[in-house]
């Protein structure tokens, strides 16, 4: 009750300058978690009020919302947020896969702009997303979010390490790549991806171990990595690497001013 008091009160509606910039349209957070519905209300008339297009709002995922508030905002469940965590001192043994092992070969990419083929990858990875799955988001606008993040992570501005791998063969562009960022004794796995014809050969396994060898080798004790439940393949992929599953958020896309969209101004 505590909470829903200050709820009340509280001014949880955050303004996001990179996204506004990126869509085009207005964009804002709600940072509060866990609003009563009438908290949640106010926040979305607000948003309403300043002409803000899409609002984000994560929650926890034992909370419902009811119906009406929902078609009141355009509001869409678009994501059940799953975080996976893994102690690398219980998957150690499966990661001695050196970074440069052959069949596949899994090799450090280097600080460089990133190639067509990486690109396209790191566009794979978000199509579990919210951005790939909410219809009202342009799919340009999601495609060259992802590609922004891969070439972020390529410069070192995302990422301490971007891992790709590239089956045997005639084809030295990379099949798979997976990205990760050390924060002292832990690391967040950011961006993993295989492209569809190379799936069911491996490369998401050899990958996950490169990247605890990595990990290991710099002193990482736990890894992190937060994915979709609906993304059923990778869930299976990080529990076969050894990780449980931490907790479960669902992610809520409102629209408050759909009529006031205007992309790419």
């Known amino acids: 009750m505590a909470n829903q008091t200050r709820d009340q009160s509280a001014q949880p509606l955050t303004p996001l300058a990179w996204d506004t910039q990126h869509f085009g349209f ?59 965590v893994a102690e690398l001192s219980r998957v150690r043994g499966q990661a001695e896969v050196e970074v440069g092992a052959a069949r596949p070969c899994v090799t450090l990419y280097p600080r460089a702009e990133p190639t067509p083929r990486l690109l396209a990858l790191g566009v794979a990875a978000g199509e579990h997303s919210r951005f790939a799955r909410d219809s009202r988001v342009p799919r340009d606008r999601f495609e060259a979010l992802y590609r922004i993040w891969l070439e972020r992570s390529t410069r070192g501005e995302l990422a301490d390490a971007v891992l790709v791998a590239t089956l045997s063969g005639a084809d030295p562009e990379p099949a798979g790549l997976i990205t990760f960022r050390q924060y002292g004794q832990e690391a967040h796995i950011g961006l993993l991806a295989v492209l569809a014809p190379a799936r069911g050969q491996g490369l998401g396994g050899c990958l996950m171990k490169a990247a605890h060898h990595w990990m290991a080798a710099r002193g990482v004790l736990r890894s992190r990595v937060v994915t979709q ?37």
């Not at 209300?41 to 994560?58: E, F, I, K, P, T």
């Not at 896309?253 to 992309?263: A, D, L, N, V």
């Open 229 to 265: 439940l609906a993304n059923e393949p990778a869930c299976r992929l990080y529990r076969r690497s050894g990780y449980c599953l931490h907790d479960v958020k669902h992610v809520y896309h409102f629209w408050p001013c759909t009529g006031m969209i205007q992309y790419g101004q």
């Open 26 to 84: 207005p964009v804002a957070e709600i940072c509060q978690p866990n609003l009563s519905d009438e908290g949640l209300r106010q926040a979305l008339d607000l948003a309403r009020r300043q002409g803000v297009v899409l609002v984000y709002w994560s929650t926890e995922a034992e909370r419902k919302l009811p119906l009406g508030l929902l078609q009141a905002y355009n509001g869409t469940r678009v994501d059940e947020k799953a975080t996976f």
